[in-house]
């Protein structure tokens, strides 16, 4: 608790001192400020409408771009000539902007789906790297005694690799959903799909709403945070679960 509740007094406190000392809400709002206009949205369906689309988008993209990158990562692992094709292309999604991709693809696609896409293509390097790293963690010697038992190859992926890799599997999707999060909501304060947290935000810059501004960016933090604790409470609920069965 003390690692958590310090670093908030801090900052919040700095927050609070700078604001006081530029002394202008409209160009700095006190986190009081931001916290009552906050609850504010917090109880119209604007709010809540815009949010739950936002994270239907996101989770749709990166849910998408993890399973293609752990199948694309799976295949190249498998057969050599999938990963001369396939590695360059995950190297120039990982080096290319963002802003970048969302142009590009906002000449192709409608506003509401280039959210999508962006966090799909933000989740596939990062799953790709955690898969490899999770097959390159196999341990050699059960794999041998797997060919020597003539496992099947399903039985050698359930035994051998899933164990060896579900750790980082897991670290990588928590890692891809965040970069997809952060991804998708800029898509969105570019594009300006209707019910966006992201347009919000655009709109709220645009007007000079200044603590609204604050307000959808606190709120953007918060749900990632909560949005990332609750995958972890499901993920050890899972894993615990799994150890208690094979007991």
């Keep these: 608790m003390k690692k958590v509740v310090l670093p908030l007094v801090v900052w919040l406190g700095l927050w609070w001192a700078l604001a006081v000392c530029v002394g202008q809400p409209l160009l700095l709002p006190t ?138 599997v897991a670290a990588g999707c928590r890692s891809a959903l965040g970069f997809a999060w952060k991804a998708g909501v800029a898509a969105e304060a570019l594009c300006r799909p209707r019910r966006a947290m992201g347009t919000a935000i655009w709109n709220a810059k645009t007007y000079l709403e200044t603590a609204d501004l604050f307000a959808w960016t606190a709120a953007v933090v918060l749900l990632s945070i909560a949005v990332e604790k609750l995958l972890w409470v499901v993920w050890r609920t899972a894993e615990g679960r799994g150890r208690r069965g094979a007991a």
């Design 31 to 168: 986190p009081w400020q931001t916290a009552a206009r906050l609850g504010q949205l917090a109880v119209t369906a604007e709010f809540w409408t815009s949010s739950l689309t936002t994270l239907g988008r996101v989770f749709l993209g990166g849910g998408s771009g993890i399973v293609i990158g752990v199948a694309a990562a799976a295949l190249g692992a498998r057969f050599d000539w999938c990963a001369a094709v396939l590695s360059p292309a995950v190297k120039v999604i990982r080096a290319t902007p963002v802003a970048s991709f969302i142009i590009l693809i906002w000449l192709w696609a409608s506003a509401a789906w280039v959210p999508v896409v962006i966090a799909a293509l933000m989740a596939v390097p990062i799953a790709w790297s955690s898969t490899l790293q999770g097959l390159g963690e196999a341990d050699p010697q059960l794999v041998e005694l797997a060919a020597v038992y003539r496992f099947s190859r399903w039985k050698t992926v359930r035994l051998v690799y899933l164990p060896a890799m579900k750790n980082a």
